[in-house]
């Protein structure tokens, strides 16, 4: 907490194209805070590197992560949005915060077992400890809530550990952060292996939704979306495709899985797939129209980012500055 007022404080890595399950599990949840909280918003351009990246793709896709947030609602006059490696206090924080995380841990990080599963070439020590980075995030900003999808839950948690730990010994440090996961559309699913998340990272381009996917292409991908040798279009268990794009179609229109299944009593799958594609294409395209004016604008991308830059040194600086102190670090006499 920054005085009275509440901190909501999330990132999105700049790394893949962004799905409807980051948009509607997390980047959409951003702006629900932006009136009574201060809000910090990040690209996190550091923790893209833990994986290999092609620079010129990962410039460009920071400033792409940006318009995207901006054209999803969030306001850069309200929010504080800007680049992680921007603000130097991230990557002070996070080796400070490394001597108070366990090896054990970070060991039992789910992301880290199936990244260096997935990047076996390259289990760098930047990905072990990759946590403690996004912790250092956090609390920087005495952060009260972290909106983020189910897949971050883990690391929040850890995070809250790292905070209790290094406050029990420096007691006042730290405020305690909330993970705050969307209620609906919290894990949507691969629309060709419905009991799968749905995956930016995905081989199957049929299975994933992409924010940016053209009308024709998001109906032709749900038009294709595996369901099940039922009929009827109801939540149960074991029609897990079905279920999926209830969810999705519920998340987009609003409309309760009762409405839903009421719409569609009697009316085949054909129809239903039809109508989720619609109401989704419908709900993306101003995200779209504003994106494509934002990217044509880099000079005012920049200019977002630089104020952004300069609000969250502001914090940033604070809370490390309180950390050196408690640490016994000598502060050098031009920074009092
Ligand atoms: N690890 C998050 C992801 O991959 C991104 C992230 C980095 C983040 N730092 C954060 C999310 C701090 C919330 C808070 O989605």
Redesign the pocket.
């Known amino acids: 907490m920054l005085g009275e007022t509440k901190v909501s ?5 700049p790394s893949g194209n962004l799905t409807i399950g ?1 948009y509607l599990g ?1 980047i959409r949840n951003f702006s629900l805070y932006s009136e009574a909280y201060k809000c910090f918003y ?1 690209v ?1 351009d550091s ?1 893209a590197i833990t994986v290999r990246q092609v620079p010129a793709e990962l410039r460009r896709r920071t400033y792409e992560t940006l318009a995207l947030y901006i054209a999803c609602g969030l306001d850069p006059q309200k929010n504080t949005l800007y680049v ?1 490696s921007h603000v130097h206090e991230h990557t002070e924080l996070a080796w400070i915060l490394n001597c108070f995380t366990m090896f054990g841990e970070l060991s039992r990080m789910t ?1 880290f077992k199936d990244k260096s599963t997935k990047h076996a070439d390259n289990i760098n020590a930047g990905l072990f400890t ?2 403690v ?2 912790a250092s ?2 609390l920087l900003y005495q ?1 009260d809530v ?4 189910i ?2 839950k883990q ?2 948690e850890l ?1 809250r550990n790292i905070a209790d730990r290094f406050n029990q010994i420096y007691p006042g440090t730290f405020t305690m952060p909330e993970p705050i996961i969307a209620k609906d559309g919290k894990k949507i699913m691969s629309l060709a292996e419905p009991t799968k998340k749905m995956s930016k990272s995905d081989e199957n381009a049929n299975a994933v939704v992409y924010i940016l996917d053209d009308k024709d292409t998001i109906i032709r991908k749900f038009k294709r979306a595996v369901t099940d040798s039922d009929t009827c279009v109801r939540f149960a268990e074991g029609k897990d495709g079905i279920n999926n794009l209830m969810s999705i179609y519920s998340c987009f229109t609003q409309k309760t899985y009762e409405e839903i299944e009421r719409e569609f009593e009697g009316r085949g799958y054909g129809d239903f797939k039809l109508a989720v594609g619609e109401a989704c294409a419908a709900a993306l395209e101003p995200i779209q129209k504003e994106y494509a004016k934002l990217l044509a604008d880099k000079a005012y991308l920049e200019q977002v980012m630089a104020k952004g830059a300069e609000e969250a040194s502001y914090v940033a600086r604070r809370t490390l500055g309180k950390v050196k102190k408690k640490l016994g670090f000598v502060i050098p006499s031009s920074h009092t």
């Open positions: 404080f999330s990132g999105v890595q980051n997390a990040c996190v923790h992680q992301q990759y946590p980075l996004m995030d956090i952060t972290v909106p983020i999808g897949d971050q690391h929040v995070c």
